[in-house]
């Protein structure tokens, strides 16, 4: 048994990452998804297949791809009062696309781990408003997830660039291009 972990999740508009802290290397360590040659992050989209089944990240791309139904880009109507996405004739909330999206990260790194994983650092865009972020924390409810911190994106890349130089007093300037 591995214990428990809090993993880092980048819920990203188009693509998502998960990572963990490996206290052996002392380094963060981004998790795969399953069966992936090539990058490390799984494209943050929902599908439904011809059976009525969710599908979520590369297998909802390789739907999407045959029937073009798909929901892409969820993060950009979080917090929206009036934000509803649509596939095949039903309406869903951005909360519990994303909380899909998050399910199917926080499934992977309990494959990867071999154990339970229920704590999570969300990074959130600089612009994310009070009514984005607690959309956010929703999704991360109804994904099993608790949620330790909410980091700014900024801050997360400053944080992550600190961690490889924790031994060298330096200023650092972060730019976030959105």
């Known amino acids: 048994d591995m214990g428990k972990y809090a993993i880092g999740i980048d819920l990203g508009t188009t693509t998502s990452g998960i990572a963990y802290y490996d206290p052996d290397t002392?380094?963060?360590?981004?998790?795969?998804?399953a069966g992936i040659r090539g990058p490390r992050l799984m494209p943050s989209i929902v599908a439904l297949n011809k059976e009525g089944r969710v599908m979520v990240g590369d297998s909802a791309r390789r739907v999407a791809e045959i029937t073009g139904a798909a929901i892409r880009e969820i993060k950009r109507l979080m917090g929206k009062p009036d934000g509803k996405a649509h596939?095949?004739?039903?309406?869903?909330?951005?909360?519990?696309?994303?909380?899909?999206?998050?399910?199917?990260?926080?499934?992977?790194?309990?494959?990867?781990?071999?154990?339970e994983v229920d704590e999570v650092v969300l990074s959130v865009p600089a612009n994310f408003n009070d009514s984005a972020k607690t959309a956010t924390l929703e999704a991360a409810h109804l994904a099993g997830l608790k949620v330790a911190q909410l980091v700014n994106e900024p801050t997360a890349a400053a944080l992550a660039f600190g961690i490889y130089h924790i031994d060298v007093e330096e200023q650092i300037l972060v730019f976030d291009f959105g």
């Open 26 to 33: 002392k380094s963060p360590r981004i998790i795969k998804p």
């Open 87 to 115: 596939l095949r004739g039903k309406a869903y909330r951005p909360e519990e696309v994303s909380a899909l999206i998050l399910k199917e990260l926080k499934d992977m790194a309990e494959r990867a781990l071999g154990t």
